[in-house]
C-alpha cells in the first residue's frame, strides 16, 4: 500500500524525521521562513528521486509550521507569522514560569490539527477542493476584511487603538510599487521604498526589539524561574480543549485550502474564534489563556494538509510552500492536478503517508529538549536582551540579505516600543500587513470583473450564498465589537452597563 511506503523504507522515514527536526529549528529562528528552506532544497534535491525529495520537504514543512511556537513563547518573537497568535498567551505563561506547560500543550495540540489537516486531505480532498474554487475575487476581499476586523480579538483595550493599529499596517503593507499599475504608492520619492517593507522586518522589530527595550526597564529584576514538572499535558487537559481543537482544526483546513491565505490567517481566525466561544476561561485572553495556545497552534497545523488539498486535486498551490512543491514535482517529472489523481494515485497516498510520518516526528522531537529550551527565559536579563537583538538582526538580515530590512526592523522595534508604553496593540499591525496584499488585489480583480460597476459588485454579493454569508459575518463582527452592542447584549441578559 502506498500509504505505507514511508513507514516500509528506512532511508525515507529517517529523510522525513531529518527534515521535521531541521524545520523545527529553522522555524524556530525569526527570518529563516520554512518557504526559504524548502526552496533552497530544490537545488539539492534536483539529482534525487521524487520520494526521497519530497520527504525531506514534507518533513522540514511540518516541522517549520510547529517551530515557530518555541521563540514565540520564549521570547515573544515569532519565528513565523502563524506563531502571531501563539504569542499572546504563550509569552505570558513564559513570565509566570510556565513556559514548559506551554510548550507541551502546543506540541501535542499541533499534533492533533496535523492529524485532522491530514485525515481530511485522505477523505474528503474533492470536496474540500470544490468548495475552495467556489472562492471570488470578492469572496477573498471579504475574508480580508473580515480578518482586518479581528483586529478586537487582539485589543484587549480600546477597539480603536486596535483599529488604528490594523489600519496602519494596511498602509504600510501598500507601500511601494502597485502591482497592477506599477505606480509608485507611499514612497515618496525615495528609492529605498520602491520595494516595499518586507513584513518579516516589521514583525520581527515590532516584537523581538520592542520587548528588548521594553525589558531594558527590568534589567535588573531576578528572572522568572520555569516550573518543568509534568511536560505532556494530561488527559483530562486534552478532553478539556478537545471540542476547541475540533473547531479550531476545522478553520485551519478549510483557509489552508484556500489559495494564497494560509496558517497565518487560519491562527487569527482560530483565536478570535476561541475567545468568541469561551465564557469562562481560566485566565482572561492575552494574560496565559490555555485556549489562547489551542486554538492558534490546531489551526495553523491543520493548514498544512489543507494546504495539500487544491495542490493535489487541482494543481493550485495553498501557500507559498505548496507552490514550491509543485514546482519540485514538475522537475521530476509529474503534473500536479486532476490528472496526477487519476494516473498516478500511488504519489496522493505516499504525501499523505510522509505527512502521517512528519506529524508523529514533530510530537516526539517537539517533546524533547523542552528543559534546555527553557533555559533561555531564566537568563538573566542583561544576557538575555543581546541575545534577542542578535536574532532580530540575524533574522530581517536573512530574509533577502538587505541591510536595508535590519534598519527597518530597528525602527519599527522603537516604534513599537512607543506603541506599547501608550496601549497600542502590535498584533494588529502585523495583521494588517499581511491582509494588505490579499485585500488590495482582490478588490482590484472584484472591481475589474464588474467592469468597475459599484452596483453589480454589491448585486453579487447578495445574489451569492458565499459572498452573504461573508457579507454578513464582516457586518456582524464590527457591530459586536462596538459599545452598542455590549451595552445592548447586557440589556437583554438584565445586566445594564453604561456606554
Same mark, same amino acid.
Given at each position: ?7 516500509? =523504507?528506512?532511508?525515507? @522515514? ?73 504569542? @499572546? ?10 513556559? #514548559? ?6 506540541? *501535542? ?82 528609492? !529605498? ?28 529584576? $531576578? ?29 485551519? *483546513? ?9 496558517? $497565518? ?7 478570535? =474564534? ?57 522537475? =521530476? ?33 517537539? !517533546?524533547? #529538549? ?50 506599547? =508604553? ?30 468597475? $460597476? ?11 450564498? !458565499? ?24 440589556? *437583554? ?7
Amino acid at each position: 500500500m502506498d500509504f505505507l511506503t514511508v513507514l516500509t =523504507h528506512p532511508q525515507l @522515514l529517517m529523510l522525513v524525521g531529518l527534515g521535521t527536526f531541521a524545520g523545527i529549528y529553522v522555524g524556530a529562528i525569526p527570518g529563516l521562513s520554512v518557504t526559504m528552506a524548502v526552496s533552497i532544497l530544490i537545488s539539492f534535491t534536483f539529482s534525487w528521486d521524487v520520494y526521497p525529495a519530497i520527504s525531506l520537504m514534507i518533513g522540514i514543512y511540518m516541522g517549520g509550521v510547529y517551530g515557530g511556537s518555541r521563540t514565540a513563547i520564549l521570547l515573544n518573537i515569532p519565528g513565523a507569522p502563524s506563531a502571531i497568535a501563539t504569542a @499572546l498567551d504563550g509569552y505570558p505563561m513564559a513570565k509566570r514560569g510556565e513556559a #514548559g506547560t506551554a510548550i507541551g500543550v502546543t506540541t *501535542v495540540m499541533s499534533f492533533f490539527g496535523g492529524f485532522v489537516g491530514i485525515a481530511v486531505l485522505a477523505l474528503a480532498a474533492p470536496l474540500v477542493s470544490d468548495f475552495a474554487l467556489r472562492f471570488q475575487p470578492r469572496d477573498y476581499m471579504l475574508l480580508a476584511v473580515l480578518g482586518v476586523l479581528l483586529v478586537g480579538s487582539l485589543s484587549t483595550g480600546s477597539l480603536v487603538k486596535g483599529i488604528f493599529a490594523g489600519a496602519l499596517g494596511i498602509a504600510i503593507g501598500a507601500v511601494g510599487r502597485d502591482p497592477l499599475t506599477f505606480t509608485e504608492r507611499f514612497t515618496f520619492d525615495f528609492q !529605498l521604498l520602491e520595494g516595499g517593507i518586507s513584513f518579516i522586518a516589521v514583525m520581527i522589530g515590532m516584537f523581538g526589539v520592542s520587548e528588548a527595550l521594553t525589558q531594558l526597564q527590568h534589567v535588573n529584576k $531576578d528572572a522568572v524561574r520555569q516550573k518543568i514538572g509534568r511536560i505532556v499535558p494530561s488527559f483530562a487537559t486534552v478532553r478539556k480543549y478537545l471540542p476547541l481543537s475540533l473547531q479550531t482544526s476545522s478553520i485551519g *483546513v478549510i483557509i489552508g485550502a484556500l489559495p494564497g491565505t494560509g496558517g $497565518d490567517i487560519a491562527a487569527l481566525m482560530a483565536y478570535d =474564534h476561541a475567545k468568541r466561544v469561551t465564557k469562562n476561561p481560566d485566565r482572561p485572553f492575552g494574560t496565559g489563556a490555555m485556549e489562547g495556545l489551542v486554538a492558534p497552534e490546531t489551526a495553523n497545523n491543520a493548514a498544512v494538509g489543507g494546504a495539500f488539498i487544491p495542490m493535489m486535486t487541482l494543481g493550485i498551490p495553498g501557500d507559498a510552500v505548496t507552490a514550491i512543491m509543485i514546482g519540485a514535482l514538475f522537475i =521530476h517529472g509529474l503534473n500536479p492536478g486532476p490528472m496526477l489523481m487519476i494516473d498516478q494515485p500511488d504519489m496522493f497516498w505516499f504525501i499523505v503517508g510522509a505527512l502521517v510520518a512528519a506529524n508523529c516526528f514533530m510530537l516526539l522531537f517537539g !517533546l524533547t #529538549g523542552i528543559k534546555l529550551f527553557t533555559k533561555i527565559v531564566e537568563m538573566p536579563r542583561s544576557v538575555l536582551i543581546p541575545l534577542i537583538l542578535i536574532l532580530s538582526i540575524v533574522g530581517a538580515y536573512a530574509v533577502n540579505n538587505s541591510i536595508s530590512d535590519v534598519y527597518w526592523m530597528l525602527g519599527f522595534g522603537v516604534f513599537g516600543y512607543f506603541m506599547r =508604553h501608550y496601549g497600542y496593540p502590535l498584533g494588529p499591525v502585523i495583521l494588517g500587513v499581511i491582509l494588505s496584499r490579499l485585500l488590495d488585489d482582490n478588490w482590484r480583480r472584484a472591481i475589474i470583473s464588474e467592469r468597475e $460597476d459599484l452596483g453589480r459588485f454589491f448585486e453579487g454579493i447578495v445574489t451569492s450564498p !458565499l459572498s452573504l454569508v461573508l457579507f454578513v459575518s464582516v457586518i456582524l463582527i464590527f457591530v459586536s465589537q462596538t459599545p452598542m452592542w455590549r451595552w445592548a447584549k447586557a440589556r *437583554v441578559f438584565g445586566k445594564k452597563k453604561k456606554l
